[in-house]
């Protein structure tokens, strides 16, 4: 009896040693935090970032971040076409056009002045030469460097002409015929040997031969006002030298009748034989058509070799003459008001 406690006494001994050696027997789990949620939420993701656009990216801005279109009411365009409402219809069509680029305007007035010696068929291979990034209603001006001088000594002046072009073509064509109609009125504008004008229900001013344009020199304050009784209205406006642009710049649509002019009745305009439709929607990504002017990148460009300066251009006649025109202006402005 005693061996048989004895033994029951040591299986339970080592029982309990063997127990001690398992650890994982031997501590029991912890309790259960009775604080916390039975269930919790998973946490969700976090958001996708665009990726950021490439450091020469030209993409176009978003829609709400565009400017809204100029509204100018119809007596300020009145006032701000009077400095070229009586230019004859082809040399007006194309200022407009060149003005809804006002961006490329000085560096076109600069290579204008940089080849003032150049006239005809040589200015012409030398705009292809050149390869100019400007647009080909810019280059059509470049045979007009007085124009593109006007428009870049008054930046201001040219880049609304522009917006209003783009966001409001009817209305500045309706301010361009009503300025004629007064000039008319008043007995300033009528045909003479260069332009042929004529009247009802709209007002034209088309050059005596398309290939030859004169730029017209006249004071606003003037022509559009009643003349004071005794004052010469015949000359309120007066021409400066003639601007060949014929077969030369047949590309650009100068020399022939109908491919720079107005529909005046249906408001519309043509440039190079095709309706002008750039606007202040589209200005992005239109693009005129000019099947026979190349367009080049800036990157692209070169320069030509060309011919020595004349002693005298052309275009120093041009000049010579355009003072003496604005001179008489000036004087006519002056009888006038001392009347």
Same mark, same amino acid.
């Given at each position: 009896?005693?061996?048989?406690? $004895?033994? &029951?006494?040591?299986?339970?001994?080592a029982a309990?040693?063997?127990l001690?050696?398992?650890?994982?027997?031997?501590?029991?789990?912890?309790?259960l935090?009775?604080?916390?949620?039975?269930?919790?939420?998973? /946490?969700?993701?976090?958001?996708?970032?665009? *990726?950021?656009?490439?450091?020469?990216?030209?993409?176009?801005?978003?829609?709400?971040?565009?400017?809204?279109?100029?509204?100018?009411?119809?007596?300020?365009?009145?006032?701000?076409? /009077?400095? $070229?409402?009586?230019?004859?219809?082809?040399? &007006?069509?194309?200022?407009?056009?060149?003005?809804?680029?006002?961006?490329?305007?000085?560096?076109?007035?600069?290579?204008?002045?940089? %080849?003032?010696?150049?006239?005809?068929?040589?200015?012409?291979?030398?705009?292809?030469?050149?390869?100019?990034?400007w647009?080909? #209603?810019?280059?059509?001006?470049?045979p007009?460097?007085?124009? &593109?001088? !006007? !428009?870049?000594?008054?930046?201001?002046? /040219?880049?609304?002409?522009g917006? *209003? @072009?783009?966001?409001?073509?009817?209305?500045? !064509?309706?301010?361009?015929?009503?300025d004629?109609?007064?000039?008319?009125?008043?007995?300033?504008?009528?045909?003479? #040997?260069?332009?042929? $004008?004529?009247? +009802?229900?709209?007002?034209?001013? !088309?050059?005596?031969?398309?290939?030859?344009?004169?730029?017209?020199?006249?004071?606003?304050? =003037?022509?559009?006002?009643?003349?004071?009784?005794? @004052?010469?209205?015949?000359?309120?406006?007066?021409?400066?030298? +003639?601007?060949?642009?014929? =077969?030369?710049?047949?590309p650009?649509?100068?020399?022939? $009748? +109908?491919?720079?002019?107005?529909?005046?009745? *249906?408001?519309?305009?043509?440039?190079?034989?095709?309706?002008?439709?750039?606007?202040?929607?589209n200005?992005?990504?239109? =693009?005129?058509?000019?099947?026979?002017?190349?367009?080049? *990148?800036?990157s692209?460009?070169?320069?030509?070799?060309?011919?020595?300066?004349?002693?005298?251009?052309?275009? +120093?006649?041009?000049?010579?003459?355009?003072?003496?025109?604005?001179?008489?202006?000036?004087? %006519?402005?002056?009888? %006038?008001? #001392?009347?």
């Open positions: 009896m005693n061996n048989r406690k $004895v033994l &029951l006494i040591f299986l339970l001994a309990l040693s063997a001690s050696a398992c650890p994982t027997l031997a501590q029991a789990p912890p309790p935090d009775q604080s916390a949620p039975a269930e919790q939420a998973p /946490t969700p993701p976090l958001p996708q970032q665009p *990726a950021p656009p490439p450091a020469n990216s030209q993409a176009p801005p978003a829609p709400e971040t565009l400017p809204p279109p100029p509204a100018y009411t119809l007596e300020q365009l009145n006032q701000m076409v /009077t400095a $070229v409402a009586l230019y004859p219809d082809p040399l &007006l069509a194309q200022i407009f056009a060149a003005a809804t680029y006002p961006d490329q305007i000085p560096d076109a007035a600069h290579w204008a002045e940089q %080849h003032d010696y150049l006239t005809g068929q040589a200015l012409a291979d030398a705009i292809q030469a050149d390869q100019l990034p647009d080909p #209603s810019v280059q059509a001006l470049l007009f460097p007085s124009v &593109l001088h !006007m !428009m870049a000594s008054d930046m201001p002046w /040219t880049t609304a002409i917006d *209003a @072009f783009l966001a409001q073509q009817q209305d500045v !064509m309706t301010a361009v015929q009503r004629r109609a007064e000039a008319w009125q008043y007995g300033y504008l009528r045909s003479n #040997s260069q332009v042929v $004008v004529a009247s +009802g229900p709209y007002i034209t001013v !088309m050059p005596v031969n398309p290939a030859f344009v004169v730029v017209p020199y006249y004071n606003p304050a =003037v022509v559009f006002a009643a003349p004071a009784p005794g @004052f010469f209205v015949g000359g309120a406006i007066r021409f400066g030298f +003639g601007i060949s642009v014929g =077969v030369a710049f047949r650009w649509g100068w020399g022939v $009748v +109908g491919y720079n002019r107005f529909d005046w009745g *249906a408001h519309r305009v043509f440039i190079n034989a095709a309706p002008w439709g750039r606007t202040w929607a200005r992005a990504v239109y =693009v005129h058509p000019y099947p026979a002017v190349r367009r080049f *990148a800036p692209r460009r070169t320069v030509g070799a060309r011919p020595a300066r004349p002693a005298r251009s052309a275009t +120093g006649r041009q000049r010579q003459t355009d003072r003496e025109v604005r001179s008489k202006s000036k004087q %006519h402005h002056d009888d %006038h008001d #001392s009347k």
